[in-house]
């Protein structure tokens, strides 16, 4: 194996003679010269917004709007994590204990809502963190030595209590992302356009947050509770999901059961791009299995000469 950093991936090269994905362009950062190299196999993984980018980008007579992507639907369905709502606390006990390093360490709250059955105005659900911990606050009072000793102070304060929501926004037709027309990068590739929002499932979804999780720490002797709304434009968290869709129905996805594209089996995709939904959870160890997954199967189709 060689590897090649400072390299931008311009395009997927396509043989309309084979059939099949034949290679990729990569220009170099630096000088910006233009290389091709060529495999039997290519697997995309460059993260969802520029997987969506580089399948875009690699048109030709058989594919002229993006590599596989005759469904229409490369770029759509595009979907990300809410961390919009967040909620604090203090709690008035536990005095002689304090923090020690990362403990205490932060805690998880699964998911909740909609679980079995649908029982709120909004569909799906949100996870949620939690954390926790003793603060010094040092007091800069004095001058010369009186300061300094007075910033040495530490005094702990009360035990500060937080979460965050990590909700699920819908993937729909209307959160996608395309080429631009005009702008171009600095290796001359198309930026692109993301036309993402939020909806009103999303803002039912933050409110039911603050609802419920005002409730719990109410109940576990929380005080001075306080919820926020950050108002951020979407995609200003991360865990970015979508464009290109598993489905079994090559008329409404991009990619089979084992992320390979329909239209050009030999190219797998196997990054947040894949997925069809973005759940409540962190998803990267999905994803690393999900590619282990497409590895092996990848593997049995070249001993078998299938790709």
């Avoid at 395009?11 to 060529?38: L, W």
Wanted: glycine share 8%.
């Amino acid at each position: 194996m060689v590897l090649r950093p400072f390299s931008v991936v311009h395009s997927i090269i396509y043989d309309e003679k084979k059939n099949k994905a034949t290679g990729v362009r990569v220009i170099d950062s630096h000088t910006k010269e233009m290389t091709e190299y060529y495999a039997r196999i290519i697997f995309v993984n460059a993260a969802a917004l520029n997987t969506n980018l580089i399948l875009l980008n690699s048109k030709s007579g058989r594919f002229p709007n993006g590599l596989g992507n005759d469904s229409g639907v490369l770029g759509k369905y595009f979907a990300f994590h809410n961390y919009r709502a967040h909620i604090s606390g203090i709690y008035d006990g536990f005095k002689d204990t304090t923090t020690a390093g990362g403990r205490p360490t932060s805690a998880y709250i699964p998911r909740f809502r909609n679980v079995h059955r649908q029982e709120t105005d909004f569909l799906r659900g949100y996870a949620a963190g939690f954390s926790g911990g003793r603060y010094s606050f040092p007091k800069p009072e004095g001058f010369g030595a009186a300061l300094k000793e007075s910033l040495a102070k530490k005094d702990p304060g009360p035990w500060r209590v937080g979460s965050h929501m990590m909700g699920e926004t819908i993937p729909k037709v209307t959160n996608f992302v395309t080429l631009d027309p005009n702008k171009k990068d600095d290796w001359g590739i198309p930026q692109l356009d993301i036309s993402v929002a939020y909806d009103d499932n999303d803002e039912k979804m933050v409110k039911d947050f603050m609802e419920q999780l005002s409730e719990m720490y109410s109940k576990a002797g929380f005080t001075e509770i306080k919820t926020s709304d950050s108002k951020q434009a979407p995609g200003l968290d991360i865990h970015e999901m979508g464009g290109v869709r598993m489905g079994r129905d090559p008329k409404t996805s991009m990619l089979n059961k084992w992320n390979q594209l329909h239209a050009c089996p030999n190219v797998f995709i196997t990054d947040g791009a894949c997925m069809t939904s973005t759940s409540c959870q962190n998803p990267s160890l999905t994803y690393m299995a999900i590619t282990a997954r497409a590895c092996d199967y990848a593997v049995s189709q070249m001993k078998k000469n299938e790709i």
